[in-house]
């Protein structure tokens, strides 16, 4: 069995979720990448997440508080989407005004 628990962050995360680890030590691995973060082990711990779960929210590096990994991303969205609305909101109240007269 391999020592999952001696291992870096990034190589274990390399290891379990390019699924090179062999299929017999996978749940052992998987479980030492859980242990890395306590947020997501205390969540897999409570039963509000499954192993996959968890697996999968630290592979796209969102937990259920959020990540600084995507702030940059996730402020442009809100950004752009309160843009859109100010624009859009303007443009019907222009329309609304030219129909009114």
């Given at each position: 069995?391999?020592?999952y ?5 990034a190589?274990?995360?390399?290891l379990?979720?390019d ?17 890395r ?7 897999v711990?409570q039963?509000l ?11 796209t590096g ?40």
């Amino acid at each position: 069995m391999g020592n999952y628990d001696e291992m870096s962050t990034a190589r274990l995360k390399w290891l379990v979720l390019d699924r090179i680890v062999p299929k017999d030590e996978a749940a052992y691995a998987r479980a030492a990448l859980i242990a890395r973060d306590p947020e997501i082990q205390s969540l897999v711990h409570q039963g509000l997440m499954t192993e996959e779960q968890a697996v999968a929210a630290i592979k796209t590096g969102q937990t259920r508080y959020g990540d600084d990994e995507g702030m940059i991303g996730d402020r442009l969205v809100l950004w752009a989407k309160r843009l859109g609305t100010f624009f859009g909101g303007t443009f019907f109240a222009w329309i609304a005004i030219h129909v009114a007269r």
